[in-house]
Structures are given as structure tokens and as C-alpha cells.
């Protein structure tokens, strides 16, 4: 398996495991590797304080009881020798190599000091200077290494003495034996630690994150009702948002789908029965071979291209959605070209299309084709829905920075209530299927989407039921005809 595919669970355990494993490697190379440089280096720094601090009370009349004090806490070996090479006091640590010398060859480091411009060290390997020194070799592992620093001072009488000091600067057995206890103790911590956070962030993240999975995919074999619960982190409880939403737009979608299959169904089975019908009755009875019949052929024939039409066209919408094929035209002259158009059909129908425009020309920089699109659709559905007086009125006016346009009808209007929907894909608030009315519900979402897709374009409708219907767009027109390039 791929670490990539691992679970959440396992990943957050690995990743944990990991770390905490560098941390305790870590460690551990810095007890083996860098301990005893990191004990010298605070050794000689502490030896070198040692020393400013006597230097400091050097005119003390007690600085043989601070000498003694100081040399029992910090177990530090400390000789005082004056110009003659006499030692004034001296206090040696436990282990001292110092207290194993002559008096000369202590008081060789004063000559030291005074050869290296007043102060001098060397570290000293304890067996090394002298084997009779008893030494907890054994114990240690090896030799121990020990300071051995001189500095000369001057006391308030101006006389000149050398503080000698000795210090270990290897860590003891002892020492080395807890600190090696408290590392075990602090590696087990961390890598229980490690597990404890690992199995609270996995219960925390995880689980909800499992549940939302179970839940989608429940969604996806069809149970549209599932409510994502959105308990742990924000980033979940947004997720969770996201999939309600997502599932409810879905099941919608579906319940449309459904629907429309029906509708359509029906819609092309009625004027398909009716074509058969009709073309099988002409076939056999020459008498019937009428005018009117043939009509009624021709008429559903075109009820059956226009809901093809809508269709295809919402398919081709939705396909290319974001392309719009923007030309500079004149609105007038495109709506008065559809308004004789659709004038022309359906007078003989007793319909009267009138059309109000401004008086000159008013260009507009869109996707004609579309913008014509938006125009039929809402044509043809003030023509479905037109009242008893059979009228349809185009007005196109100029409002502000916009041309608008209205196409109103003095029909069935529409409820309030189901104003904000007839925008939605498959829409259709009477589906009683009327008479004579081919609807497939994508008339106004084909609108809805054109008029979205360009910059500045507005649609809606004022409409209440009984009252007509007046649907309208807008778009931004051109103030300056110069900037026409097209
Ligand atoms: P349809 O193909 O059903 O007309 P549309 O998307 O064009 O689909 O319209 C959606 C619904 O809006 C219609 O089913 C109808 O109920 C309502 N509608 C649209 N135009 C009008 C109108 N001019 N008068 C009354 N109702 C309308």
C-alpha cells in the first residue's frame, strides 16, 4: 500500500511515531556525543567564576573561611600562593590530582600563569599524571579528565598573588547514572505521549471525518435525506455544511430530473400520438385528407421542435457555459427584426405582438445570438401565457446607464410565492400541462443563465396572479458609438 493511501488514523500514528522517535534519537545522541563537552564548557566556565570571586574578596580578613566554603560546594580544589612561592591556604577537592604534588610543582603553575601574561589551564588526564592516585576508573569507564587553572591577582596591598584551582571536568559516575534514568524516563514519556496524542487527534479528526464518508456514501446509492452531522473543527463542520448543501441541491436535481422525464414523456407522446393518429386516419380515408387535419399534423410537429429546441439549447448552455461571443449591435434593430417575426406567425392566430422602442438607435456591446435567445424565450412564453385579449407588448427604454427591456402579457400572471423558483432549471408552476402549451420548464433558466453571463445584465419579472406578467432584462448601452470596432 501506498503511504499516500494509508488512513488518516494510521498516517497521524506514523507521522507521531516518527517525531517523537527523532526527538528521543536526538537526545539520546546529544547524552552520548555532546554531554561531556557540554559538562567541560560549564566546568571551566564555573572554575573561571570561582576564581572572579575571590579574586573579588582577596583583601578579606575571612577569605580563609571562604576559600574553605567555596571549595566544599563546588568540590573544587584551591590553592593560594604568594610572590615566594608559598602556599597561603589551600583546600583540596575529593579527588584532587593537586593534593598528589609537591609543594614546586604546585607552585610551577604560578610560573605558568606568569609566562602566559598572568593566566594559564591545561586539562590533565588523572592517571596519566600520577598512577598512584586511587580512581574510580573502573566505575567510569576510563580515565577522568581534570582542570587545572592559575591566575595572577593583586590583592589592596599591591602584592602579588596566584590562585590556583582543580576542578573535574568529566562528569561522575553518579551523575552520568541519573542523567542516563531521567533520559529513559523522558524517552518513554514522549513516546507515550506520542500515542496519547496520536489516539486523541485520530478520535477527534478521524471520526468525524468517517462518519461524513459512511454518510456521502450512502448519498451516493440515493439517500438524499441523510443530514451531515458537523460536530469537531471548523474545517469539518464547514465540510459537513458543504455536503448538506450539495445533498440537498442533488436530491432536488433528482426530484427535477424525475419530473421532467415525465413531462417529457408526455409532452412528446401527446403530439407523437397525435401525429400517428392523424397521418394513419388521412392514409385510410381519402375524405379526411383535409386542410384542418393536416393543420393539427403541422402544429404538433412544431410543438414537438420547440420543446426539442429548448432542449438542446440548455445543453449547448451548459456546455459552454462561460463563452459569450461579444459583438457591438444596435437592440432596436435586432427586437423589431424578432417582434415582425413572431407578429407575422401568429396574426392569423388572432395574436397582435406591438412593439414601443426609443427613437434612435441604441448600441449594445453582447452575444446577439443569446441576448435573441433570451428575447424568444420570454416571447413564447408571454405568448403561452397571454390572457383573452390575445395582446403581447415589447417596450424597449432607456433606464440610466441601461437599456431595458420588457415584454408583457395580460394573462394568468404568477403567484408570488412561486416567483423566486421559475428561474430554476426544469421549473414549471402549472403542471397541469394546459392545452396548446408546450412546456419543458427550462425557458427561464436558459434567460437566467444568459443574463448572468453578461457583465451588468439584470432579469426579472413583476408579476402576481391575474394580473398579467411583465418580464424584463437589462443591459449596460454604449455612450460613445466611437469605440464601436466591430
Ligand atoms: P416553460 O417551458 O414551462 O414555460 P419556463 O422556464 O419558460 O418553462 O417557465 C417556467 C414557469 O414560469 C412556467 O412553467 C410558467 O408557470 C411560468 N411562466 C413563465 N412565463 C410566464 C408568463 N408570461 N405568464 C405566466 N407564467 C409564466
Given at each position: 500500500m501506498k503511504l499516500n493511501h494509508l488512513k488518516l488514523k494510521w498516517k497521524i500514528f506514523l507521522i507521531l511515531a516518527i517525531f517523537a522517535l527523532v526527538v528521543v534519537a536526538l537526545l539520546w545522541v546529544f547524552q552520548i556525543v555532546f554531554l561531556d563537552d557540554f559538562y567541560r564548557t560549564v566546568r571551566t566556565s564555573r572554575v573561571r567564576d570561582i576564581t572572579d570571586t575571590i579574586t573579588a574578596n582577596?583583601?578579606?580578613?575571612q577569605i580563609d573561611v571562604f576559600i574553605g566554603t567555596l571549595a566544599y560546594r563546588e568540590d573544587v580544589t584551591i590553592i593560594v600562593v604568594d610572590k615566594n612561592e608559598n602556599i597561603r591556604y589551600q583546600v583540596f577537592a575529593?579527588?584532587?590530582?593537586?593534593?598528589?604534588?609537591t609543594d614546586e610543582s604546585i607552585s610551577a603553575y604560578y610560573r605558568y600563569a606568569y609566562e602566559n601574561d598572568g593566566s594559564y589551564y591545561e586539562f590533565t588526564k588523572k592517571n596519566l599524571l600520577d598512577t598512584s592516585i586511587p580512581h574510580d576508573d573502573q566505575e567510569q569507564g576510563g580515565s577522568t579528565e581534570t582542570l587545572i587553572y592559575s591566575k595572577i591577582v593583586r590583592n589592596a596591598n599591591d602584592e602579588e598573588l596566584c590562585l590556583i584551582l582543580e576542578s573535574e571536568t568529566t562528569p561522575m559516575a553518579p551523575t552520568m547514572r541519573m542523567s542516563m534514568a531521567l533520559l529513559i524516563m523522558i524517552s518513554i514519556s514522549v513516546l507515550l505521549m506520542a500515542g496519547a496524542t496520536a489516539f486523541v487527534l485520530s478520535r477527534r479528526v478521524v471520526k468525524p471525518i468517517e462518519k461524513l464518508t459512511n454518510d456521502a456514501n450512502a448519498m451516493t446509492d440515493g439517500e438524499f435525506d441523510i443530514e451531515f452531522a458537523s460536530s469537531g473543527f471548523k474545517e469539518i463542520a464547514d465540510l459537513s455544511t458543504a455536503l448538506n448543501y450539495a445533498s440537498k441541491e442533488i436530491s432536488t436535481v433528482e426530484h427535477l430530473r424525475r419530473e421532467l422525464l415525465s413531462n417529457v414523456s408526455h409532452d412528446l407522446r401527446t403530439p407523437l400520438t397525435l401525429i400517428k393518429g392523424y397521418a394513419e386516419m388521412m392514409r385510410d380515408f381519402?375524405?379526411?385528407?383535409t386542410s384542418e387535419n393536416m393543420q393539427v399534423v403541422i402544429d404538433e410537429t412544431e410543438r414537438l421542435t420547440y420543446l426539442v429546441n429548448d432542449m438542446l439549447d440548455l445543453s449547448r448552455m451548459q456546455t459552454s457555459k462561460t463563452e459569450l461571443h461579444l459583438t457591438h449591435f444596435d437592440i432596436i434593430k435586432t427586437l423589431s427584426g424578432i417582434v415582425e417575426r413572431h407578429d407575422a406567425m401568429l396574426k392569423p392566430k388572432g395574436y397582435s405582438v406591438e412593439y414601443e422602442h426609443s427613437d434612435e438607435s441604441v448600441p449594445i456591446y453582447a452575444d446577439e445570438l443569446k441576448i435573441t435567445q433570451v428575447i424568444y424565450n420570454l416571447l413564447s412564453n408571454a405568448i403561452n401565457y397571454a390572457?383573452?385579449?390575445m395582446l403581447i407588448l415589447v417596450r424597449e427604454y432607456k433606464k440610466g446607464k441601461n437599456v431595458r427591456i420588457e415584454i408583457i402579457d395580460n394573462g394568468i400572471g404568477i403567484d408570488v410565492d412561486k416567483i423566486p423558483h421559475i428561474?430554476?432549471?426544469?421549473?414549471?408552476?402549472?403542471?397541469?400541462?394546459?392545452?396548446g402549451i408546450v412546456g419543458t420548464g427550462l425557458g427561464l433558466s436558459i434567460v437566467k443563465s444568459v443574463m448572468t453571463l453578461h457583465l451588468g445584465g439584470v432579469y426579472g419579472v413583476d408579476s402576481s396572479r391575474g394580473n398579467g406578467s411583465k418580464f424584463y432584462i437589462e443591459l449596460p448601452f454604449e455612450t460613445n458609438k466611437n469605440d464601436n470596432k466591430d
Open positions: 582577596i583583601d578579606d580578613s575529593s579527588r584532587s590530582v593537586l593534593a598528589h604534588l381519402q375524405d379526411e385528407l390572457g383573452d385579449d428561474w430554476d432549471r426544469y421549473y414549471k408552476s402549472d403542471k397541469s400541462h394546459r392545452r
